[in-house]
C-alpha cells in the first residue's frame, strides 16, 4: 500500500476503497479557525453533543484579529466559552496561525484531521491525513461522527535531487501548480515520494502540502521518517512521532517526476496560483509592497532567512514590507535570537501571528499597486483592493525584490544563507487554554454578533426559479462570498452577509435573488475552488438559491451545498450553458424521485417553463447524499436519524 491508502484503511469506518466510491474514516483530531469556527460550534451545539467526541480538537483565533468594532472580539469570546463547554482546547488570539500552531503543537503522523480551514492538509507535512471541509462536516465530526469523502485516486509526486540554492519549497508546489493548474489535484491525494523527500525539512514539506489545497486536491502528504521525528522531538513531543512509508511495491494511479535541481524562482502571476512564470522572465516589475507571511510561509526558517536577509540593509523607499511571524512560538524566538531586531531595522512592519495580509484583514494595498506575498492565494480582490496586481512568491524572492523595489531573482543577493532546524524550539503554550473538565458549569457568552444561520427544508414537490446569475469558469469562493475586513467580522450573521454575495461577480445578484424569492446559479468549470467558507453554502441559501448548475464543481464546496440542501447539477451537456440565460425561468419537476433517481446514476431533468425543452443534468451523489439532499441539508438529516 501507499501511505495514503494506510492512512484510509485504518481509518475507514465503511464503503470500499475504490475510487471516487464513497467511503466514511474516523477522525482523531479536528481544528476551527475564528471565521468557519463560529459557525461550526453553532452547528455542534445544534445537534445538542455535551462534549468532543475526538482525541484532540482545537479552537484557533487567527483570521479575525482586526478588531475595528465589537463583532471580532464578541466571536472570540462566545468560541472560547464554547471550547470551554465542549472539550475543546482554545488557542487565542496572537498564538498564531492554525496550521502553523497545529504542526508545531498538536499534530501526530499517522492521525486524520478535519479542519474548517481548506489548508488544512498542511498537516500532511508530518504524515497526516489532513482534509479540508465545510464547517458542518468538522461539527459532526468533533460529535463523533465519521467523515464521508469519495476514495481519492493517489498521484505519487517523485521527487528527485535537491533544490539549489536559492530554491525553495514554494518554488517546488509552485512548479507542481504550473504543470496540473488549479483543477489538476481534483479528486486526488498528492503523495511526496523519491529521494529527494529526506531533502526536505518539516517546514518545507508543509509549504508543499499546504499549497497542493490549490490544486483542488483532497490533501497532499509526507512520510513520516527521521526528518519528521528530529522535528517532532525539537517540539518536545518525541513520543508523539511514528514511522510511516509506503511500500516498496505500492501502487498509485499516477506519476509525476520532480527534478528538484531543475526548478528556478517561480512566480504566481495575478490572478490564479497557476499563472505561473520564472521570476528572472519578468523581473523589473515595479513593486509597491511585500507581505511575508500566512501559513504558506511564516515558519521559523522562513522567518531566519528573511531576517539574515534582511540583517545589516534598508528596504526600498518606495516598497512598503509587512511582516506576519506564523506563531507566537517563531516571534519569540526570533525576539530572544535578535533575528527580530534585524528585521526591524531594515524597515520592516511586524504585524501580529495571524493571517492579516493574506485574508484582506489590514495591509489593503494602494490603487492598481503591486503586492508581492508569500501567501498561497492571489484572487482578485482577496487583498482588499480590486485594482492590486498580487504575485505569489517565496520569502527569499520576496526579500529580494523589497530591498531592490522590483521583482528581483534572489540568485542577485549572492550567496544564499544557511538556516538550520532548531535543536529545540522555544515551548510556551501559554496561550492554549485547556477545555474545563467539568463543561456543564460553563457559560456560553453569545454577543448581539452571533445570529441564527438559515436552515433549509425538505425537498419540495417541483424545484422552479430563475436563472440569477451566469458566471464563468473557476469562480472562487472569494467570489461568492468575499471577505476582507469590512465583512470578515460578519461571519456569525449570514443574513448581513448574504447582501454581499457574489457581488464581485455582479454587484446586483443579492437584490435580483431576493426580488426573485430565490433560484438558480449557472457556472463554468472548478465552481467554488478556494477557501472552505460554508458561507459560500449558507448566503446563497438565505437568498433563496436552490440549486447550482456548473461544469464542474471543486470538492468542499459541493460538499457544502449538499450539507445545505442545495443541488449541486452538472451540465450532461457543456454547450446548454449557453442557454440558460439570467432572468429565464425553470423547474425540476418531481424534484424527489428526480434525486432519488440521480443517486442511481439516472439523469435530472430541468425543464425551461418558456420553451418546454429539458436540459439534462447529472447529480453525482451517493445514497447518503441523497438522503441529505431531500432532508433539506445535513443537520436535518443528523436530526431526522437520531430521533
Ligand atoms: C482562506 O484562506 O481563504 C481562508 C480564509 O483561510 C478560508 C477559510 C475561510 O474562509 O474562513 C479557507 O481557506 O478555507
Ligand atoms: Fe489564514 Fe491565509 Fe492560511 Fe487562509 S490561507 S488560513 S487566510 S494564512
Same mark, same amino acid.
Given at each position: 500500500?501507499?501511505?495514503?491508502?494506510?492512512?484510509?484503511?485504518?481509518?475507514?469506518?465503511?464503503?470500499?476503497?475504490?475510487?471516487?466510491?464513497?467511503?466514511?474514516?474516523k477522525i482523531d483530531q479536528t481544528l476551527t479557525q475564528d471565521s468557519t469556527g463560529t459557525m461550526a460550534y453553532l452547528q455542534f451545539e445544534a445537534m445538542g453533543i455535551p462534549r468532543v467526541k475526538t482525541e484532540k480538537s482545537v479552537a484557533y483565533i487567527d483570521h479575525n484579529t482586526l478588531q475595528t468594532g465589537f463583532?471580532?472580539?464578541?466571536?472570540? =469570546?462566545?468560541?472560547?466559552?464554547?471550547?470551554?463547554?465542549?472539550?475543546? &482546547?482554545?488557542?487565542?488570539?496572537?498564538?498564531?496561525?492554525?496550521?502553523?500552531?497545529?504542526?508545531?503543537?498538536?499534530?501526530?503522523?499517522?492521525? /486524520?484531521?478535519?479542519?474548517?480551514?481548506?489548508? /488544512?492538509?498542511?498537516?500532511?507535512?508530518?504524515?497526516?491525513?489532513?482534509?479540508?471541509?465545510?464547517?458542518?462536516?468538522?461539527?459532526?465530526?468533533?460529535?463523533?461522527?465519521?467523515?464521508?469523502?469519495?476514495?481519492?485516486?493517489?498521484?505519487?509526486? @517523485? #521527487?528527485?535531487? =535537491?533544490?539549489?540554492?536559492?530554491?525553495?519549497?514554494?518554488?517546488?508546489?509552485?512548479? %507542481?501548480?504550473?504543470?496540473?493548474?488549479?483543477?489538476?489535484? %481534483?479528486? =486526488?491525494?498528492?503523495? &511526496?515520494?523519491?529521494?529527494?523527500?529526506? /531533502?526536505?525539512?518539516?517546514?518545507?514539506?508543509?509549504?508543499?502540502?499546504?499549497?497542493?489545497?490549490? #490544486?483542488?486536491?483532497?490533501?497532499?502528504?509526507?512520510?513520516?521518517?527521521?526528518?519528521?521525528?528530529?522535528?517532532?522531538?525539537?517540539?518536545?513531543?518525541?513520543d508523539d512521532w511514528i514511522e510511516l512509508k509506503a511500500d516498496? $511495491?505500492?501502487? &498509485?494511479?499516477?506519476?509525476?517526476?520532480?527534478?528538484?535541481?531543475?526548478?528556478?524562482? #517561480?512566480?504566481?502571476?495575478?490572478?490564479?496560483?497557476? $499563472?505561473?512564470? =520564472? @521570476?528572472?522572465?519578468?523581473?523589473?516589475?515595479?513593486?509597491?509592497?511585500?507581505?511575508?507571511?500566512?501559513?504558506?510561509?511564516?515558519?521559523?526558517?522562513?522567518?531566519?532567512?528573511?531576517?539574515?536577509?534582511?540583517?545589516?540593509?534598508?528596504?526600498?523607499?518606495?516598497?512598503?514590507?509587512?511582516?506576519?511571524?506564523g506563531s507566537k512560538q517563531v516571534m519569540n524566538m526570533l525576539a530572544a535570537n535578535g533575528a527580530l531586531a534585524d528585521i526591524i531595522s531594515a524597515g520592516a512592519r511586524i504585524l501580529e501571528c495571524g493571517c492579516g495580509p493574506c485574508i484582506g484583514m489590514g495591509q489593503a494595498p494602494a490603487t492598481n499597486a503591486v503586492s508581492l506575498r508569500t501567501v498561497n492565494r492571489n484572487f482578485e480582490g482577496r487583498s482588499g483592493t480590486k485594482s492590486a496586481q498580487v504575485y505569489i512568491v517565496s520569502p527569499e524572492t520576496a526579500v529580494a525584490s523589497a530591498l531592490s523595489g522590483v521583482l528581483t531573482d534572489p540568485h542577485t543577493l549572492g550567496e544564499a544563507p544557511l538556516v538550520s532546524m532548531p535543536d529545540h524550539f522555544m515551548v510556551n503554550d501559554n496561550l492554549i487554554i485547556p477545555p474545563a473538565p467539568e463543561g456543564q458549569c460553563v457559560k456560553v457568552v453569545r454577543g448581539p454578533n452571533i445570529q441564527p444561520f438559515p436552515k433549509n427544508t425538505k425537498v419540495p414537490k417541483d424545484i422552479s426559479g430563475t436563472v440569477l446569475i451566469q458566471v464563468e469558469d473557476n469562480i472562487t469562493t472569494d467570489h461568492i462570498m468575499p471577505s476582507n475586513a469590512k465583512l470578515l467580522p460578519f461571519r456569525s450573521n449570514v443574513p448581513y452577509l448574504a447582501d454581499y454575495c457574489l457581488t464581485p461577480c455582479d454587484p446586483d445578484f443579492p437584490a435580483r435573488a431576493k426580488k426573485a424569492n430565490g433560484g438558480f446559479i449557472v457556472a463554468g468549470q472548478n465552481y467554488g475552488q478556494g477557501s472552505s467558507r460554508e458561507h459560500a453554502a449558507l448566503a446563497p441559501l438565505q437568498l433563496g438559491v436552490k440549486a447550482v448548475i456548473a461544469k464542474s464543481f471543486a470538492r468542499i464546496h459541493m460538499a457544502n451545498l449538499i450539507n445545505n440542501g442545495i443541488l449541486p447539477l452538472v451540465f450532461v451537456n457543456e454547450w446548454d450553458y449557453d442557454t440558460m440565460k439570467v432572468n429565464v425561468q425553470f423547474t425540476i419537476k418531481y424534484a424527489a424521485d428526480q434525486i432519488k433517481g440521480a443517486a442511481e446514476g439516472q439523469i435530472v431533468q430541468i425543464t425551461n417553463v418558456q420553451t418546454g425543452e429539458d436540459i439534462p443534468v447529472k447529480l453525482n451523489i451517493s445514497e447518503r447524499q441523497r438522503d441529505i439532499l431531500l432532508a433539506g441539508g445535513l443537520l436535518n438529516y443528523t436530526k431526522a436519524n437520531n430521533q
Amino acid at each position: 500500500m501507499n501511505i495514503t491508502e494506510k492512512l484510509i484503511k485504518s481509518h475507514l469506518v465503511s464503503g470500499e476503497m475504490i475510487p471516487s466510491k464513497e467511503i466514511a474514516i474516523k477522525i482523531d483530531q479536528t481544528l476551527t479557525q475564528d471565521s468557519t469556527g463560529t459557525m461550526a460550534y453553532l452547528q455542534f451545539e445544534a445537534m445538542g453533543i455535551p462534549r468532543v467526541k475526538t482525541e484532540k480538537s482545537v479552537a484557533y483565533i487567527d483570521h479575525n484579529t482586526l478588531q475595528t468594532g465589537f463583532e471580532n472580539a464578541d466571536d472570540h =469570546k462566545y468560541i472560547q466559552t464554547v471550547a470551554q463547554k465542549h472539550g475543546i &482546547y482554545f488557542s487565542k488570539p496572537g498564538n498564531g496561525i492554525c496550521h502553523q500552531v497545529h504542526l508545531e503543537r498538536f499534530g501526530k503522523p499517522g492521525k /486524520t484531521l478535519l479542519g474548517s480551514d481548506s489548508h /488544512t492538509p498542511t498537516g500532511g507535512g508530518i504524515g497526516m491525513l489532513a482534509i479540508g471541509a465545510g464547517g458542518l462536516d468538522v461539527a459532526v465530526a468533533m460529535g463523533g461522527g465519521a467523515y464521508y469523502l469519495a476514495m481519492p485516486k493517489v498521484c505519487h509526486v @517523485v #521527487l528527485t535531487g =535537491k533544490l539549489n540554492p536559492w530554491v525553495t519549497a514554494k518554488d517546488v508546489i509552485l512548479e %507542481v501548480l504550473r504543470r496540473l493548474s488549479v483543477k489538476g489535484g %481534483v479528486g =486526488k491525494v498528492m503523495e &511526496y515520494g523519491g529521494e529527494g523527500v529526506k /531533502t526536505l525539512s518539516v517546514p518545507q514539506r508543509a509549504t508543499i502540502t499546504n499549497m497542493g489545497a490549490e #490544486l483542488g486536491a483532497t490533501t497532499s502528504v509526507f512520510p513520516s521518517d527521521a526528518v519528521t521525528k528530529a522535528f517532532l522531538t525539537a517540539q518536545g513531543r518525541a513520543d508523539d512521532w511514528i514511522e510511516l512509508k509506503a511500500d516498496d $511495491n505500492a501502487i &498509485y494511479d499516477e506519476e509525476i517526476i520532480i527534478a528538484l535541481d531543475e526548478i528556478e524562482p #517561480l512566480v504566481a502571476c495575478p490572478h490564479s496560483p497557476d $499563472n505561473i512564470k =520564472k @521570476v528572472r522572465d519578468i523581473s523589473g516589475i515595479a513593486v509597491d509592497q511585500v507581505a511575508i507571511g500566512s501559513c504558506t510561509n511564516s515558519s521559523y526558517t522562513d522567518m531566519m532567512t528573511v531576517a539574515k536577509l534582511l540583517k545589516g540593509k534598508t528596504i526600498n523607499p518606495n516598497v512598503s514590507l509587512v511582516i506576519a511571524p506564523g506563531s507566537k512560538q517563531v516571534m519569540n524566538m526570533l525576539a530572544a535570537n535578535g533575528a527580530l531586531a534585524d528585521i526591524i531595522s531594515a524597515g520592516a512592519r511586524i504585524l501580529e501571528c495571524g493571517c492579516g495580509p493574506c485574508i484582506g484583514m489590514g495591509q489593503a494595498p494602494a490603487t492598481n499597486a503591486v503586492s508581492l506575498r508569500t501567501v498561497n492565494r492571489n484572487f482578485e480582490g482577496r487583498s482588499g483592493t480590486k485594482s492590486a496586481q498580487v504575485y505569489i512568491v517565496s520569502p527569499e524572492t520576496a526579500v529580494a525584490s523589497a530591498l531592490s523595489g522590483v521583482l528581483t531573482d534572489p540568485h542577485t543577493l549572492g550567496e544564499a544563507p544557511l538556516v538550520s532546524m532548531p535543536d529545540h524550539f522555544m515551548v510556551n503554550d501559554n496561550l492554549i487554554i485547556p477545555p474545563a473538565p467539568e463543561g456543564q458549569c460553563v457559560k456560553v457568552v453569545r454577543g448581539p454578533n452571533i445570529q441564527p444561520f438559515p436552515k433549509n427544508t425538505k425537498v419540495p414537490k417541483d424545484i422552479s426559479g430563475t436563472v440569477l446569475i451566469q458566471v464563468e469558469d473557476n469562480i472562487t469562493t472569494d467570489h461568492i462570498m468575499p471577505s476582507n475586513a469590512k465583512l470578515l467580522p460578519f461571519r456569525s450573521n449570514v443574513p448581513y452577509l448574504a447582501d454581499y454575495c457574489l457581488t464581485p461577480c455582479d454587484p446586483d445578484f443579492p437584490a435580483r435573488a431576493k426580488k426573485a424569492n430565490g433560484g438558480f446559479i449557472v457556472a463554468g468549470q472548478n465552481y467554488g475552488q478556494g477557501s472552505s467558507r460554508e458561507h459560500a453554502a449558507l448566503a446563497p441559501l438565505q437568498l433563496g438559491v436552490k440549486a447550482v448548475i456548473a461544469k464542474s464543481f471543486a470538492r468542499i464546496h459541493m460538499a457544502n451545498l449538499i450539507n445545505n440542501g442545495i443541488l449541486p447539477l452538472v451540465f450532461v451537456n457543456e454547450w446548454d450553458y449557453d442557454t440558460m440565460k439570467v432572468n429565464v425561468q425553470f423547474t425540476i419537476k418531481y424534484a424527489a424521485d428526480q434525486i432519488k433517481g440521480a443517486a442511481e446514476g439516472q439523469i435530472v431533468q430541468i425543464t425551461n417553463v418558456q420553451t418546454g425543452e429539458d436540459i439534462p443534468v447529472k447529480l453525482n451523489i451517493s445514497e447518503r447524499q441523497r438522503d441529505i439532499l431531500l432532508a433539506g441539508g445535513l443537520l436535518n438529516y443528523t436530526k431526522a436519524n437520531n430521533q
